[in-house]
C-alpha cells in the first residue's frame, strides 16, 4: 500500500484478555516503531525495529507488552492479560534507512479495555 | 539517553498572532530534527524537517525552525496563524547513526478568534 496500515482502527476487549494489533510498514522501510498516545499525553515510545538488528525492546512497559517484526515487514504488536490503564491509541510508524530518515505514521489502532 | 523536552504543554494564541513553540533536544552528537503535527481525530504528518544545511527550514502551512546547534534547540514559528492551526504539535530527534526516534510531551496551539 501507499502508506502505513493499522488494524483493527479500533478494539474494545475485556480486562484480562489478550489483543493484537498489526502494522504494514511501508514497502521497502526498514525501521519500524511502536508508540503509545494515551489521552491528553505524549507519544510514548514502545519498541523500535532496524533492519536485522535486535530491536530496541527499552520501552516497553512491562512484561505483558510484546511485539516482533516477520520477515523483515509486518509486525504484530502483543498485549497480554489487558488491563485498564493499556487504553491508548497504539501508533506504528515506518521509515527508509537512506539518511532521509523521516517517519511516516498509520492512523493508529484505538484500545479500549473494559 | 536522548531526550527532547517541549516546556510548554499548551500555547493559547489570537488569530493573526505570531506563534513560538519551544523544543530543546539533549545530544552531543549530529542529529535530525522533525516538527510533527496531529490535528483533532487526526494521525501525526510531518511539519517539517532538519536534516542538514541551513538552518532555517520551513514547512508546511507557513511554518518555519531554526536549528540552534549551540543552544540545541528547534522551535517553530508562524508569523500569523490560523484558527485551523489549532493542533497537537510534537518535536522528535533521531541522531544520524540511526537510533530510535523520540518526540516530545507535545504542545497543543488552541488558536481562537
Known amino acids: 500500500g501507499a502508506g502505513v496500515s493499522q488494524s483493527p482502527s479500533n478494539k474494545v476487549t475485556e480486562k484480562g484478555k489478550d489483543v493484537e494489533l498489526r502494522c504494514d510498514p511501508i514497502s521497502g522501510h526498514t525501521a519500524l516503531y511502536w508508540y503509545r498516545q494515551s489521552l491528553g499525553q505524549g507519544l510514548e515510545f514502545l519498541i523500535y525495529f532496524q533492519g536485522n538488528s535486535a530491536p530496541d525492546k527499552s520501552g516497553l512497559p512491562s512484561d505483558r507488552f510484546s511485539a516482533e517484526r516477520t520477515g523483515g515487514s509486518v509486525s504484530t504488536l502483543t498485549i497480554q492479560r489487558t488491563q485498564q490503564e493499556d487504553s491508548a491509541v497504539y501508533l506504528c510508524?515506518?521509515?527508509?534507512?537512506?539518511?532521509?530518515?523521516?517517519?511516516?505514521f498509520g492512523q493508529g489502532t484505538r484500545l479500549t479495555v473494559v | 539517553a536522548q531526550s527532547v523536552t517541549q516546556l510548554d504543554s499548551q500555547v493559547p494564541v489570537f488569530e493573526e498572532a505570531p506563534v513560538e513553540l519551544r523544543c530543546n533536544y539533549s545530544?552531543?552528537?549530529?542529529?535530525?530534527l522533525f516538527w510533527y503535527v496531529q490535528y483533532p481525530n487526526q494521525g501525526l504528518q510531518l511539519l517539517l524537517k532538519y536534516l542538514s544545511g541551513s538552518t532555517l527550514v520551513k514547512g508546511i502551512n507557513g511554518f518555519e525552525a531554526e536549528f540552534n546547534k549551540s543552544q540545541t534547540s528547534f522551535h517553530l514559528r508562524k508569523p500569523s496563524v490560523h484558527i485551523s492551526d489549532t493542533a497537537e504539535y510534537f518535536c522528535?530527534?533521531?541522531?544520524?547513526?540511526?537510533?530510535?526516534?523520540?518526540f516530545g510531551t507535545g504542545t497543543r496551539l488552541l488558536v481562537s478568534p
Open positions: 522528535a530527534v533521531i541522531n544520524t547513526g540511526f537510533q530510535k526516534l523520540v
Open positions: 545530544s552531543s552528537v549530529s542529529v535530525y
Open positions: 510508524a515506518s521509515s527508509p534507512l537512506n539518511g532521509v530518515t523521516e517517519a511516516f
